[in-house]
């Protein structure tokens, strides 16, 4: 329900083609993979690899024709930059907090998100995090957290990005 109402959100008149599809593209792929995280805690490199690819494609598009470069520079660097930052967390923390599959998704959802602009990026992971400890202390509440099992990151990060799209976008 939140893809779609972020989906119409997107088509508003007066986006840019180029970037609906590159936020269209990444939403549908980055749905799929929010749920495989949420049902088996991997985020498959068949997911995040063309999310990736496909939003730098789209993303490439859009800044050509609406002379955007400086927003592609961002997007690209802050996708590059939070996906290091998680594979360093994941292998200082022997995989224990983030995964590889959270690094390489943070490319393409961040790209997404830093397409907004640097205030977004901070407010993004605070966002994804904030949500998913919620999540974790209404498990804890509700009797049923399992404290060998942990939480994926996946769902919460489309999440954060889906409703910044919907704020800012």
Known sequence: MLVCAGL?????????GWTVAAVAWWSLLALVAAFVDGAVHRLPN??????????????T??????????RLGRALGIGV?????????????????????????????FMI???LGWPHILLGLLAAFGLQLLWGVGLMVAGRADRH?????????????????????
């Open 46 to 59: 068949t997911l995040t690899y063309p999310a990736a690819a496909g939003t730098t494609l789209l993303l």
């Open 8 to 16: 119409l959100a997107l088509a508003a008149p007066g986006r840019p």
């Open 113 to 115: 998100i830093g397409w």
């Open 149 to 169: 099992r942990g939480i994926p990151l996946g769902p919460f990060l489309f999440i954060a990005a889906v409703g910044l799209w919907l704020l800012y976008g």
């Open 61 to 70: 598009l859009a800044a050509a024709v609406g002379g955007e470069w400086d």
């Open 81 to 109: 930059g939070v996906a290091v930052l998680f594979l360093l967390v994941t292998l200082a923390a022997g995989g224990r907090h983030l995964g590889m599959g959270d690094a390489k998704f943070a490319v393409s959802t």
